[in-house]
């Protein structure tokens, strides 16, 4: 399952691939805002094309949740895992369920990265209770 | 001799729980599991191996 924006794989190909001028490498293009990354909850899936619908009301902000630090960087290839240092946190005060299908990776604007749905999706959140990502709970991985 | 008794196990800590966790109220964990690994795209990154054609 692809699990990256495919803008975001257009960016990485040109970026490291003999695309720009004369065979030198390619841009990146519009490189990613400089703040915390967020994480966006979807009541449908996401693809490699747009990301699913994202959730409304009480307990949910538009645009998804900052990260609450820094990940440890990927070294000799290793994966990256989100969040670091404490659990995201949302507690649905909707007055109705969400039905949380997929989440998707973007920077502090929106730009989206990485993406996938949950397992056991969809996950049921009646109101009142409270979604939790753990920490560490998103592996990203490129091998 | 007496020695502490450990509190009794009533939910996994979040640190160890799987990657997605839905909480009542109260704190107890109603459902969880894991959240999808993110992995490269179908074929990227596959080159042929001698034979393969």
């Not at chain 1, 990260?67 to 507690?91: D, E, F, H, K």
């Not at chain 1, 397992?119 to 009142?128: D, F, L, Y």
């Given at each position: 399952?692809?699990?990256?924006?495919?803008?975001?794989?257009?960016?990485?190909?040109?970026?490291?691939?003999?695309?720009?001028?004369?065979?030198?490498?390619?841009?990146?293009?519009?490189?990613?805002?400089?703040?915390?990354?967020?994480?966006?909850?979807?009541?449908?899936?996401?693809?490699?094309?747009?990301?699913?619908?994202?959730?409304?009301?009480?307990?949910?902000?538009?645009?998804?949740?900052s990260?609450?630090?820094?990940?440890?960087?990927?070294?000799?290839?290793?994966?990256?895992?989100?969040?670091?240092?404490?659990?995201?946190?949302?507690?649905n005060?909707?007055?109705?369920?969400?039905?949380?299908?997929?989440?998707?990776?973007?920077?502090?604007?929106?730009?989206?990265?990485?993406?996938?749905?949950f397992?056991?999706?969809?996950?049921?959140?009646?109101?009142?209770n409270?979604?939790?990502?753990?920490?560490?709970?998103?592996?990203?991985?490129?091998? | 001799?007496?020695?502490?008794?450990?509190?009794?196990?009533?939910?996994?800590?979040?640190?160890?729980?799987?990657?997605?966790?839905?909480?009542?109220?109260?704190?107890?964990?109603?459902?969880?599991?894991?959240?999808?690994?993110a992995?490269?795209?179908?074929?990227?990154?596959?080159?042929?191996?001698?034979?393969?054609?």
């Open positions: 399952m692809a699990a990256i924006d495919q803008a975001m794989v257009s960016k990485m190909l040109n970026q490291t691939t003999p695309t720009g001028t004369s065979g030198a490498p390619g841009s990146f293009g519009t490189a990613l805002a400089g703040s915390a990354m967020k994480v966006r909850l979807n009541s449908t899936a996401s693809s490699a094309s747009a990301a699913g619908t994202e959730l409304t009301g009480t307990g949910y902000t538009a645009g998804g949740q990260v609450p630090a820094a990940s440890t960087a990927s070294s000799s290839g290793s994966s990256v895992t989100v969040p670091a240092s404490s659990a995201l946190s949302w507690t005060g909707s007055g109705g369920a969400w039905s949380i299908v997929s989440w998707d990776l973007t920077d502090s604007a929106g730009v989206r990265t990485w993406y996938a749905n397992n056991g999706q969809p996950v049921s959140v009646a109101n009142g409270t979604f939790q990502i753990a920490v560490g709970g998103i592996t990203i991985s490129l091998s | 001799m007496t020695s502490e008794n450990p509190q009794p196990a009533t939910e996994p800590d979040l640190d160890e729980a799987p990657g997605w966790v839905v909480r009542d109220p109260d704190g107890r964990v109603v459902a969880s599991g894991p959240v999808s690994v992995l490269p795209a179908s074929g990227a990154g596959d080159t042929p191996s001698e034979g393969d054609e």
